[in-house]
């Protein structure tokens, strides 16, 4: 089946640091959202992004679907940042694959 | 904006009671899902439903079943809780449209099986 990686595993940034963060994926997919859980297992919908780029505030993201990855970027990072940021890829039409996180802790 | 919610936030049970964790979206989806969270195995999905009365078997759908009576409610039923239960379970539901296949999230709710 299809595997879904994402790094950095863990982030620590200073208050005000902007990161990349990265999926990449083994296989075609036909859709890519990102989430970000916050401390309290809330799972907040970032970007619903099968391919090209989106803006929304600090955050933007990137997929190449053709090179199989995407990206989100944070700029300016808050405290609020901090959490774990999901990719999760859809191959068929009930087929959702979530990849591992990547836990960003944003310190003052 | 979708509004998904769960029942509880917070729940613990004991060995061999029955639980039932309930969704609630207001959004007109017509497919809704299950997950469990767990460290280190990540999200996982139990069951999901097209529509109403339909239902499909996830990955992992041993010990659990599901029950969709009306389009905007989900429910998930453990027919005797074990302590292997123990986790975070989280809803979510999307439309069926072509090319909207956004999942949304419920706050999830920790169940505690003792």
């Known amino acids: 089946g299809i595997q879904v990686e994402q790094s950095p595993p863990d982030l620590i940034l200073q208050e005000g640091a902007n990161s990349t963060l990265r999926c990449n994926f083994s296989?075609?997919?036909?859709?890519l959202q990102w989430f970000h859980q916050n401390p309290w297992g809330q799972l907040i919908n970032l970007f619903y992004i099968p391919s090209g780029t989106k803006q929304n505030g600090r955050l933007s993201a990137t997929t190449v679907a053709t090179e199989r990855y995407s990206l989100l970027y944070i700029s300016s990072s808050q405290t609020t940042d901090s959490g774990v940021y999901f990719c999760a890829v859809q191959t068929s039409y009930d087929k959702v694959i979530f990849g591992p996180g990547t836990s960003l802790s944003v310190i003052p | 904006d979708v509004k998904v919610t769960q029942s509880s936030r917070y729940l613990v049970k004991r060995t061999g009671e029955k639980v039932f964790l309930e969704c609630v979206q207001d959004?007109?989806?017509?497919?809704m899902f299950w997950y469990r969270q767990d460290p280190g195995l990540g999200l996982r999905l139990i069951y999901f439903?097209?529509?109403?009365?339909?239902?499909e078997k996830g990955d992992i759908p041993e010990g659990y079943s599901v029950s969709r009576e009306k389009k905007e409610r989900f429910s998930l039923i453990l027919e005797s809780a074990s302590t292997n239960q123990t986790s975070m379970y989280l809803c979510?539901?999307?439309?069926?449209?072509?090319?909207?296949?956004?999942?949304?999230f419920g706050p999830g709710t920790r169940l505690t099986v003792t």
């Open positions: 439903s097209y529509d109403v009365k339909m239902k």
């Open positions: 296989d075609s997919v036909n859709n």
């Open positions: 959004m007109d989806h017509e497919n």
């Open positions: 979510a539901s999307r439309t069926s449209r072509v090319g909207s296949y956004e999942q949304y």
